[in-house]
């Protein structure tokens, strides 16, 4: 049996650009992919905290160092540049392989430069 898990995540990135007539997917800067370990082609989720949206793309590598968050094809319609997102992609794991696994959390400030990581979420209080 498989459990889906959060493998990783880029926290808060900013949308640079919507463009609806590239071929459909997420450009994400290089950098940040090496350092999430998303991997150029995989699934994606990306969750827009500005509208509200929530979709299912892929990723592909944008210019290494450029803070390029692209969102093309049709997803072009449901974020704009300036917008605030979450990208997720998640993992099948067995039970042995939960034992020790973590995510890949990275957090993201001005202009998608990396402020920090983590591979666990603050346990939220009342």
């Known amino acids: 049996m498989l459990t889906t898990m959060l493998k990783a995540k880029l926290h808060r990135a900013s949308v640079t650009h919507?463009?609806?007539?590239?071929?459909?997917?997420?450009?994400?800067?290089?950098?940040?992919?090496?350092?999430?370990g998303i991997r150029?082609?995989?699934?994606?989720?990306i969750y827009n905290a500005t509208n509200g949206e929530r979709f299912r793309t892929y990723a592909i590598r944008a210019e290494d160092g450029s803070g390029i968050i692209s969102v093309n094809g049709a997803a072009?319609?449901?974020?704009?540049?300036?917008?605030?997102?979450?990208?997720?992609?998640?993992v099948g794991l067995t039970?042995?392989?939960?034992?020790?696994?973590?995510?890949k959390l990275v957090y993201l400030g001005e202009n998608n430069q990396v402020t920090h990581t983590?591979?666990?979420?603050?346990v939220q209080a009342a």
């Open 95 to 103: 039970q042995q392989e939960l034992v020790n696994f973590k995510p």
């Open 18 to 36: 919507s463009e609806l007539e590239y071929e459909g997917s997420c450009a994400i800067d290089g950098k940040l992919l090496e350092i999430s």
């Open 40 to 45: 150029e082609y995989e699934q994606i989720e």
């Open 76 to 90: 072009a319609h449901k974020a704009n540049p300036g917008d605030v997102v979450i990208i997720c992609a998640y």
């Open 118 to 122: 983590r591979n666990t979420i603050p």
